[in-house]
């Protein structure tokens, strides 16, 4: 079974503090992805990475980084955090060359910014 | 550019009762891959029922099936003999054959009553 595992599951932090999430997987994916997901927004694409230091935009890059310099971790990085950044953030992971594109979600963490 | 439209933001059903959810999707491309995710309260989301688009034959795995209208971009979750499981948010996604992201709905939150 593909196992994501996320370093928190309720994290909170102060308004300007620098933020890091981290997300694992097991299963040698060459994909990696954080979604941020809001009621009544869905899941919105961040930032995903294509391979160990590769990385592209998704919708909503602005206010965030990524790193990936092991294959199996991707971080997520908030280098400021404000309040409107408050929310759950899911990370994901799927394998290249695969016929299905099927992702395989982590628990998620919850944020709170005060 | 790829969009998803769930309709239905909440839906109900009794339990042993069969419901039906409401997917639409545009995509100028022809080779493509449609998914039904489920996130149950607090749990980790994970993958329903995925449909290729070059298939005509509708996807069913057990009690969940799809009702897949490609001339319409239609793609519709029904589920049989609801259980009170099945209680989740429920989220409809697209890809594009060759882009290894997913393009999600907005969410439907389905409660299944006893």
């Known amino acids: 079974d593909v196992k994501v595992t996320q370093s928190s599951r309720y994290l909170v932090k102060r308004t300007g503090e620098k933020v890091f999430l981290e997300c694992v997987q097991d299963m040698d994916h060459e994909n990696m992805f954080w979604y941020r997901q809001d009621p009544g927004l869905g899941l919105r694409l961040i930032y995903f990475s294509y391979d160990v230091k590769m990385k592209e935009k998704g919708d909503i890059p602005e206010g965030y980084s990524v790193s990936r310099e092991k294959k199996e971790r991707f971080s997520l990085i908030l280098e400021s955090a404000s309040t409107n950044q408050t929310s759950m953030y899911l990370c994901a992971s799927s394998g290249s060359g695969r016929a299905d594109y099927e992702q395989y979600f982590g628990p998620g963490t919850r944020l709170t910014v005060t | 550019a790829q969009t998803v439209t769930q309709s239905q933001p909440e839906m109900s059903v009794q339990e042993a009762e069969t419901v039906t959810l409401s997917c639409t999707y545009d995509?100028?491309?022809?080779?493509?891959?449609l998914f039904w995710y489920k996130q149950p309260p607090s749990r980790q989301m994970i993958l329903v029922i995925r449909?290729?688009?070059?298939?005509?034959q509708n996807a069913t795995e057990n009690r969940f099936s799809v009702n897949f209208q490609k001339a319409a971009k239609s793609f519709s979750l029904k589920i049989s003999d609801s259980q009170l499981g099945d209680t989740a948010m429920y989220f409809c996604?697209?890809?594009?054959?060759?882009?290894?992201?997913?393009?999600f709905g907005k969410g439907t939150k389905l409660t299944v009553n006893p």
């Open positions: 995509t100028s491309e022809n080779n493509y891959y």
């Open positions: 996604s697209l890809a594009q054959g060759g882009s290894e992201k997913l393009v």
């Open positions: 449909q290729e688009a070059y298939k005509q």
